[in-house]
């Protein structure tokens, strides 16, 4: 499904209403189309700073992006609400549309009031729709003004109460993992020998896949690591090895730029400092708002795309995480000292989870899927990390970047070819399943 570009400002002015004059109270007053990109870099900061794992960071993102395409959908006709296609998401109360709103605020409120109810360290959203509050305040009648506050915050504790019966609450606390003691299975890794991330969240519950090991059954079994009996081993570890040894600048720059760990460390001395980094979510949100920004597209068109982007990395991040502790399956850095050198360490740090698939290969080429079938393809500049330190890179289309993402995991050895290339597979076809079943526009049910 591929939406086609209007004139913005003819359609602001014929449909919504022109925010020039913005003193009618009933007008449907849109100050902003790139508010949601903004709201994006609020929630990105805050988790950034918490510091909290890859997949727990896509659950906020997709809550709050699901409040935000619901809080404005019913002042479009041809949008379709997610109630009813989402699991346990039951119909939101009726909105008097009729009535004089500003749509960028509705976004902005019931996004922002979702994102502090998810996130440890709140400040960073609260102090933006602070100042974004006080705009809004100035420019608007009062009732416009404290109609579109009311709205956006209905639709977020909507959201919100929907959010609590995921199991998330239920499985803190249980995170207590102990290792298959054969060698052949995953183990801590150096430097740090964390234990095992988010070992419960395949019972997470999914937003529109099934269940988490719906697609499991599609994924061949990863090559049995047996040195003594398995011949088909040795190529996969020497190929990881000799891609450390041998990276060039430019491969230790992608791996580097598509690390994305928000868990990893560097040692200065005796000292252990963890380092601030963005997860494959926010990469990519913050990716798609550069991409809106430069495209200008519409809020709606931008409330849309953030919420088919971040509800298949939210269900992709359970079925990949299901796998992976499924197959158990371990890491190269520990067969490469176990077996070639015992000094060896890939070129970014080992993630603390099992092997296969690569989650990065699959929550990319799941978005990659998404945006492609929505938007189309265009080349586009990257700059997610540039505050990080690691410049910007351009891209032909969406899948490129994603192509890209799952090759850093070969140029930073901390996957096998297999994950690799079988977390792209999966990614693909979770993006798939969600283009046919998720229908947010009203002409995709004819």
């Known amino acids: 499904m591929k939406t086609f570009k209007l004139l913005l400002p003819a359609v602001i002015l014929l449909i919504i209403g022109s925010c020039s004059n913005p003193t009618s109270n009933k007008q449907k007053t849109i100050f902003n189309n790139d508010i949601l990109s903004e709201c994006n870099l609020a929630i990105q900061n805050a988790v950034v700073l918490d510091g909290v794992t890859p997949p727990v960071a896509s659950r906020r993102y997709f809550y709050s992006c699901v409040s935000a395409y619901e809080a404005i959908r019913p002042f479009f006709g041809d949008l379709n609400s997610t109630s009813e296609q989402f699991t346990d998401f039951n119909t939101l109360s009726a909105c008097d549309t009729s009535e004089g709103f500003c749509l960028d605020l509705v976004a902005m409120e019931s996004y922002t009031q979702t994102a502090m109810k998810l996130v440890y360290k ?134 580097r730029y598509w690390d994305d760990n928000p868990k990893s460390t560097f040692h200065y001395g005796h000292a252990t400092l963890k380092v601030l980094k963005v997860s494959p979510a926010g990469h990519w949100l913050s990716m798609f708002s550069t991409v809106a920004r430069k495209e200008q597209y519409s809020l709606k068109e931008s409330a849309e795309g953030m919420l088919r982007l971040s509800a298949v990395m939210f269900d992709a991040f359970i079925a990949v995480w299901d796998a992976k502790y499924h197959y158990e399956y371990i890491r190269p850095v520990t067969v490469i000292r176990r077996h070639m050198d015992s000094s060896w360490l890939p070129a970014i740090e080992t993630p603390a989870f099992p092997e296969y698939p690569s989650a990065h290969s699959v929550v990319s080429s799941a978005a990659a899927t998404v945006l492609t079938d929505l938007f189309g393809e265009y080349s586009f500049t990257d700059s997610a990390e540039f505050e990080f330190g690691l410049g910007v890179r351009t891209f032909n289309n969406f899948r490129e970047a994603s192509d890209e993402a799952c090759m850093s995991r070969i140029y930073g050895g901390i996957h096998f070819r297999e994950g690799m290339e079988y977390g792209k597979y999966l990614g693909n076809t979770i993006g798939a399943y969600h283009n046919e079943k998720l229908i947010t526009r009203q002409s995709e049910k004819d």
């Open 122 to 255: 709140e400040d960073s959203i609260a102090s933006f729709r602070e100042r974004k509050l006080n705009f809004y305040k100035s420019q608007l009648p009062e009732d416009v003004y404290n109609r579109s506050l009311e709205w956006g915050q209905t639709v977020s504790n909507h959201v919100v109460n929907w959010s609590k019966g995921d199991t998330f609450n239920q499985i803190r606390g249980t995170d207590l993992y102990m290792p298959n003691e054969s060698e052949a299975f995953w183990q801590p890794t150096p430097t740090e020998y964390m234990e095992a991330i988010e070992p419960q969240w395949r019972k997470i519950r999914p937003n529109l896949i099934k269940s988490c090991d719906q697609f499991r059954d599609t994924l061949p079994e990863p090559t049995p690591y047996n040195m003594g009996k398995n011949p088909d081993f040795y190529p996969l570890m020497k190929e990881i090895h000799d891609a450390v040894v041998n990276i060039d600048s430019n491969q230790l720059r992608i791996a």
